[in-house]
């Protein structure tokens, strides 16, 4: 059995033979020398020059993709006049050799199945590679343990993420998924109005649950990172919540949700609230978080606590709320929620109480943007929005018009350049509440609840804007104007 040394951490791998099986990577070739038209784009799924154990094989793969590419069928003899002109014959064995990869299979049919293996050992000896590289990195002990987690993650993730195909994307491949995904809305919308709505409008990602704005955003897309941004006790985390319980409990996507500001049961309690709206005499009602502290509860209250307890103990939610969160850490919870649950979101409450990998520092500012990029790689990473929630600094409160603009993003810039959304919360009535009596038995009706406007500063792929909205202050909840 190999032994781990000291002095030579590489000998447990040079004391065996990579995964590797030459005969079926001469059956690929040949077939794709036999029937080049057809056999070659299927191999090209799985393949690139990396895939194959003997140089040599790649040196003859890698010709035959550039041959096909040119419209030139990589045939055996267009194959041969290839490396006769680069002087490469030796270097793959020689003309018999070639010849011995085109009488080593008699028919093209299986080149998908034989490629595919072919792919597997190549990642097996990717895998190998990467795992020698981290152990390796940890005997030399020149990387923090969270820095090291975080790299053997990513990395293994990586590995895992492109398994199943080692090509690059071709511009063909990702319109036409393009277009499917366009012609599914369009047959969607079709059905919606033939059904006798109007005006019916559908997001490309994940609703948040406000017509008008997934209209101006689009949604909460993939790989984006959208910042909401307000000053303390404006709604940020009642509208975070808001888009939680859309994209879960409505639609049923899983949701992560990191919180370092309030606990689990806090969070609980609020998306609770937040469920309890109700219309009663033409005016609409909920339960206040105030009110659920007293056990005198009528009949109604109860019926729709009920209800709102029953749509939330089974949405597919995950809740951290850990008080000291670093962004290694996040990275690092986020990729095995994706991996167990196929969470389709995140949501970060909020960015300044993170930890940068270099906390502690006097760089304050450095430390937010490198959590800010840590985010924003995350939703690439993962393939899904990252939505985080962000103070504004007091320079905001000085002004005589208090609508928050760009350059209130508090610590650091890069939290402007690294989100693709920025929108910010702004409500008149906050600045007068001191004056103001909310009663937790109180009713309204929409009209009369304050104004809450959601300013869409920064929209990478789309327009910038204001949606008007209400907030019914008693149960956090923000709800779309009449």
Request: glycine share 6%; proline share 4%.
């Amino acid at each position: 059995m190999a032994v781990f040394r000291d002095d030579n951490i590489q000998e447990h791998v040079h004391d065996r033979t990579p995964p590797q099986n030459v005969d079926l990577e001469m059956c690929v070739l040949g077939a794709i020398m036999l029937e080049p038209k057809e056999a070659y784009p299927l191999a090209a799924d799985y393949l690139t020059r990396d895939s194959f154990y003997l140089d040599g094989h790649g040196i003859i793969y890698e010709l035959m993709g550039e041959l096909f590419n040119r419209g030139i069928p990589p045939d055996s003899v267009a194959v041969l006049d290839e490396l006769r002109s680069r002087g490469q014959m030796e270097r793959v064995g020689g003309s018999a050799v070639v010849m011995g990869m085109l009488n080593s299979v008699p028919t093209a049919a299986n080149v998908e199945y034989h490629a595919r293996k072919v792919s597997e050992k190549g990642h097996l000896r990717k895998l190998i590679r990467t795992c020698t590289e981290i152990v390796d990195e940890c005997y030399r002990q020149e990387l923090s343990l969270e820095q090291m987690m975080d790299r053997a993650e990513s990395n293994i993730l990586q590995l895992s993420t492109h398994a199943g195909s080692s090509r690059m994307d071709n511009i063909s491949e990702v319109l036409r998924e393009y277009w499917e995904k366009l012609s599914e809305r369009d047959e969607t919308l079709r059905e919606r109005r033939n059904a006798g709505e109007t005006n019916p409008k559908l997001s490309a990602g994940l609703p948040t649950g406000f017509r008008d704005l997934d209209h101006m955003i689009g949604g909460l897309r993939p790989s984006e990172l959208l910042i909401v941004a307000a000053r303390p006790s404006m709604g940020k985390t009642a509208l975070a919540l808001n888009f939680l319980h859309n994209i879960s409990v409505v639609n049923g996507t899983p949701t992560a949700i990191f919180s370092l500001e309030m606990g689990a049961d806090q969070l609980a309690e609020r998306l609770m609230t937040q469920g309890t709206l109700y219309t009663r005499h033409s005016r609409i009602q909920g339960i206040s978080s105030g009110r659920l502290q007293n056990p005198d509860l009528n009949d109604m209250e109860w019926n729709v606590l009920t209800q709102s307890y029953n749509n939330l103990v089974s949405a597919p939610i995950y809740i951290d709320d850990s008080s000291m969160l670093t962004i290694g850490m996040l990275k690092s919870k986020a990729r095995r929620l994706y991996s167990q649950y196929k969470i389709g979101c995140i949501i970060v409450d909020y960015l300044q109480l993170m930890s940068g990998p270099n906390s502690g520092g006097d760089n304050r500012v450095q430390e937010v943007s490198e959590i800010s990029r840590g985010l924003k790689q995350i939703s690439r990473e993962l393939k899904i929005p990252v939505v985080s929630l962000s103070q504004l600094s007091r320079q905001v409160e000085s002004r005589q018009s208090k609508k928050p603009q760009l350059s209130d993003l508090r610590e650091s810039g890069a939290i402007e350049q690294d989100a693709d959304i920025v929108m910010f919360i702004h409500r008149e009535d906050y600045y007068q509440e001191k004056t103001q009596d909310f009663s937790a038995d109180a009713d309204y009706d929409r009209h009369t609840l304050p104004d809450a406007d959601l300013i869409v500063a920064k929209n990478r792929n789309g327009p910038t804007g204001l949606v008007k909205m209400r907030f019914f202050k008693e149960i956090t909840r923000f709800l779309e104007p009449l």
